[in-house]
């Protein structure tokens, strides 16, 4: 994917220094991972609406991820918005320095992970990020650099998604798009990973849960890294061909009173090919109040999670900065 050396946009010499060799105890041991499991994939191409709401809240429930083929969304289009992106992350550094920024309320900018330790401060995850937002009707393009990727196809996948998920809970379809509010927060990352001299040292991204409502991720064919924990183990997450991954994230868990699972996950890198990825986000506005819905509560199933604004989530969830977050758990309910 690259003729020269990768260069982040902060300057950050790209090297196997302190600044990203993590503890032994935070580092991955890719020896452990079970490759042999993997996440269910559900075909869409299914016009038996029960039997595919069926099968897609059962993934819900087990493993909080699955791979969707027959999705709608042009394989040329797909193939287009990752050229977009690769081409974005060959630009100059200093051209992409232009989107550096540590301003939370920034919408369009360039970032790198990275976790907290302690005694040695902060250690940088194997890679880089650009964020924006997008929807059909937003009009955003003026703060993104030249030919910036479309993605206006996935908001009807995703509408479709969150309605087969609520007919899965056994309530009506519009419900759960109805409970995350009206002016969702729907946006992309672009997560790039160089080549890495030695994956057992470092993280594209440590393990994490996603505080939004909903993910679909476009990974590159080819080239896996992403790895989520079932039954306490990590499974990597293969690239299948013209499919995207769908994660449940924090929100959702709420929404469903615990059960739709939002999962750890994390990225590795590897030492010959870089990995390029794009999570498309979808989150409740600020002033949106999030708890578990009513109709999934009784006697057997007791509210899991006090009600709260998504602002005061993502308050807690800067709050906790460089941890491993535990956000959700903060709103949890003891019985």
């Given amino acids: 994917m690259e003729t020269t050396p990768f260069q982040f946009a902060n300057n950050t010499p790209l090297s196997l220094s302190p600044n990203f060799i993590l503890p032994e105890e935070n580092r991955p041991i890719l020896s452990e991972v079970f490759s042999s499991a993997s996440i269910p994939t559900v075909d869409l191409n299914n016009h038996d609406i029960d039997d595919l709401a069926s099968k897609i809240s059962q993934a819900c429930e087990k493993y909080g991820f699955f791979q969707i083929i027959n999705h709608g969304v042009p394989k040329e289009l797909c193939q287009r918005v990752l050229a977009v992106v690769t081409e974005f992350f060959q630009l100059p550094p200093e ?81 759960l798009k109805r409970k995350l509010g009206e002016r969702p927060a729907i946006y992309t990352q672009a997560n790039y990973y160089p080549p890495c001299p030695d ?76 990995r390029l990825s794009l999570p498309m986000f ?15 509560i009784d006697e057997v199933h007791p509210p899991m999670y006090q009600n709260y604004s998504y602002k005061e989530y993502m308050d807690e ?19």
């Fill in 95 to 175: 051209e992409r320095a232009q989107f550096l920024t540590t301003d939370h309320s920034k919408l369009v900018k360039v970032f790198n992970y990275y976790q907290k330790v302690e005694g040695q401060g902060k250690v940088l995850m194997w890679g880089e990020t650009f964020t924006h937002p997008w929807h059909p009707t937003e009009d955003f393009t003026h703060f993104l650099p030249k030919n910036p990727p479309q993605y206006r196809e996935i908001g009807a996948l995703m509408d479709r998604l969150l309605s087969l998920m609520s007919q899965g809970l056994g309530l009506e379809k519009d419900c």
């Fill in 199 to 274: 994956p057992e040292l470092t993280m594209g991204l440590p393990a994490h849960n996603d505080i939004s409502a909903l993910v679909v991720l476009l990974q590159m064919e080819g080239v896996s890294g992403l790895q989520v924990v079932i039954d306490g183990k990590w499974v990597p997450v293969e690239p299948v061909p013209d499919a995207f991954v769908v994660n449940i994230a924090d929100q959702m868990q709420v929404l469903s009173n615990g059960r739709y699972k939002s999962v750890l996950h994390r990225a590795v890198t590897n030492n010959r090919l870089a």
């Fill in 282 to 296: 979808y989150a409740p506005n600020n002033d949106a109040v999030i708890g578990p819905i009513e109709d999934l």
């Fill in 317 to 335: 969830f800067y709050r906790q900065e460089g941890a491993r977050r535990r956000v959700k758990e903060a709103f949890e309910l003891r019985h």
